[in-house]
């Protein structure tokens, strides 16, 4: 992969800053993040929540299943591949996806190796509990980040919690001088050529958004003044009484997310949330944010 493709891919994410990305699941979902502004859709059938509630295997999704929500839809289109997943991710690529997720969402398909992303054409996201996790994932060729959060739950604990995680990652790398980078460089597993650009920039070389639990206006809002650039939200949005109205309140808070009088007025009127779970009670084998490494 020629350096310049690779730019060219970051560039595609940095396109979607300051926007959603709404998981969905048909053509009348797609067309309901479309209306209410979404930058993007995420095309998958079962949202996280149903995943955690009817279990068994999850997988990429049916390749049909996106192309008619990409026949539906002028936003971009991103789809799902299990961790490790190459075969998975080679087919979406073909497909015509505008963005792969290699996903802790879906049942890991390698428990040990991530896909060498770099080989691809088409640029990836993944998630991450922290700065280690977020930059060999970008090592590997990453476009995007996300971090994890736990999807599926309607509680932000673990999004902010991964938020802060990376971002003290990044205030500790500033403080270091170059003899102690490349020792963080081995404690993190992550490339030292990375590591030295977050160092010297503050900031990862890609774009970070937060997924996983956001199920409010304020939680999106939340996620943005700790530092997200853009947000998912999955069954926030679709396992609510009011997914149309919810769509269009959180994608307003998203972009006034400093202004707590526009978070007021997008929050009020609005039927019930998802009532999800807390992600604290979950058993080891319930949590996805742990799937990867």
């Not at 994410?13 to 209306?35: C, F, P, R, S």
């Not at 040990?112 to 922290?130: L, M, Q, S």
């Not at 890609?206 to 530092?227: K, R, W």
């Not at 959180?250 to 972009?255: D, F, P, R």
Request: aromatic share 4%.
């Amino acid at each position: 992969m020629e350096k310049s493709s690779y730019e060219v891919k970051v560039g595609l994410a940095e396109m979607l800053k300051g926007g959603v990305i709404m998981d969905v699941t048909n053509v009348d979902q797609a067309k309901i993040a479309e209306d209410a502004g979404a930058a993007a859709v995420m095309a998958l059938e079962r949202i996280p929540a149903d995943i955690r509630a009817y279990g068994g295997i999850a997988r990429m999704s049916n390749p049909e299943m996106i192309l008619k929500i990409k026949e539906a839809v002028s936003i971009p289109v991103m789809a799902k591949c299990r961790i490790g997943h190459f075969a998975e991710a080679q087919i979406l690529e073909e497909l015509g996806i505008d963005f792969i997720d290699e996903s802790e969402v879906l049942t890991p398909a390698d428990e040990e190796n991530h896909i060498w992303k770099h080989d691809f054409k088409a640029p990836f996201v993944c998630g991450c509990r922290d700065l280690g996790e977020a930059l060999r994932r970008i090592g590997e060729g990453a476009a995007m980040m996300r971090t994890k959060g736990e999807a599926g739950t309607g509680d932000i604990v673990e999004a902010v919690r991964h938020m802060r995680e990376v971002n003290r990652g990044i205030r500790r790398l500033q403080m270091m001088d170059k003899e102690e980078l490349m020792a963080e460089a081995k404690r993190l597993g992550a490339p030292f050529s990375v590591v030295e650009i977050v160092a010297q920039k503050g900031q990862l070389p890609v774009p970070n958004f937060a997924a996983g639990g956001i199920a409010t206006p304020a939680d999106a809002s939340l996620m943005m003044q700790l530092g997200a650039e853009a947000v998912f939200v999955g069954s926030g949005i679709f396992k609510s009484d009011d997914p149309s109205a919810r769509a269009e309140a959180i994608v307003k808070a998203v972009t006034y997310y400093t202004d707590p009088a526009v978070l007021l007025e997008v929050s009020k009127g609005l039927k019930d949330a998802m009532l999800g779970k807390p992600a604290k009670g979950l058993p080891d084998d319930e949590q996805l944010a742990k799937r990867g490494w």
